[in-house]
């Protein structure tokens, strides 16, 4: 399945919905970041289109996670293994953050998260 197929307007309407109410703003800790550079333009097809659709909403990615995955977490696309780390260590980077939440639909195997 592409991108095009996983869009959803009406969860990026209520995304944007929560941005705007509560001031938050997104970092993207999934896999989607690895197709973003660092200045958070995407860098292939189904990535531009995601950023277009996001664009279309006001929703700005204001940057990503560090990748800390293993070519054998990238063989066997286990990204949740190692997702909250991830995140863990860009709060541990970004001290000035001191209330977030995390939207997945992966176990993010992590009690702290």
């Keep these: 399945m592409n991108s095009t197929e996983q869009v959803d307007k009406v969860c990026l309407k209520r995304l944007k919905s929560i941005l705007d109410t509560t ?7 999934s896999g989607w970041r690895l197709w973003f550079d660092e200045n ?6 189904d990535t531009q289109y ?15 996670t560090p990748d800390l995955s293993t070519e ?3 063989q066997k696309r286990i990204f949740s293994h190692v997702k909250a780390k991830e995140i863990l260590a860009w709060l541990t980077i ?3 953050v001191t209330h977030y939440v995390v939207l997945d639909d992966l176990n993010l195997h992590n009690e702290e998260i």
Excluded: C, S
Excluded at 23 to 29: K, R
């Design 23 to 29: 001031g938050a703003i997104v970092i993207m800790p």
């Design 40 to 45: 958070m333009q995407p860098i292939d097809g």
């Design 50 to 64: 995601l950023h277009r659709k996001l664009q279309e909403f006001g929703i700005h990615i204001e940057g990503k």
């Design 72 to 74: 054998e977490i990238r």
């Design 94 to 96: 970004h001290t000035e």
